[in-house]
């Protein structure tokens, strides 16, 4: 089970034009009785020159199958080392809805709410904001 959302995750980058190289920095998958744990951390230089970070540990319940991001980071900045976006559910921002999901947004670090999201997500996210991207050009 973890390991096909692993697999998920690598054919999702491997099928993306802007997902230039990807350096798998960890990969662990532990095991307990009740749940598969995977902590994984992906280095994707894009074909922009921007990097994205993905950080991420997941589990998923042998009893039901289900899966969640328990810790995460997804940290997306352009060419130049700005930010673009940064979502994260560090438990900081303790005001904010939807603590302790939350995205730092731009260089002026502005954070707004954010929800639970995964590297699936995360990815088809990005891909969005870069095709809307280029139809605009």
Request: with cysteine.
């Given at each position: ?64 199958g ?22 994260d ?40 904001e ?8």
């Amino acid at each position: 089970m973890i390991r096909e959302y692993f697999q998920q995750i690598e054919f999702s980058l491997a099928s993306y034009t802007w997902a230039g190289s990807v350096q798998v920095l960890r990969h662990d998958i532990l095991e307990t009785g009740e749940e598969q744990i995977l902590i994984c951390r992906i280095r994707v230089s894009m074909a922009d020159g921007g990097v994205l970070e993905i950080r991420e540990r997941v589990i998923i319940s042998k009893r039901d199958g289900e899966r969640e991001s328990t810790t995460y980071s997804f940290h997306w900045q352009n060419n130049k080392g700005a930010l673009i976006m940064r979502w994260d559910n560090a438990p900081h921002f303790r005001d904010i809805d939807g603590f302790p999901h939350h995205i730092h947004i731009g260089e002026n670090n502005t954070v707004i709410s954010g929800r639970p999201i995964n590297s699936l997500e995360i990815l088809a996210i990005i891909d969005m904001e870069l095709t809307d991207a280029a139809k605009e050009i």
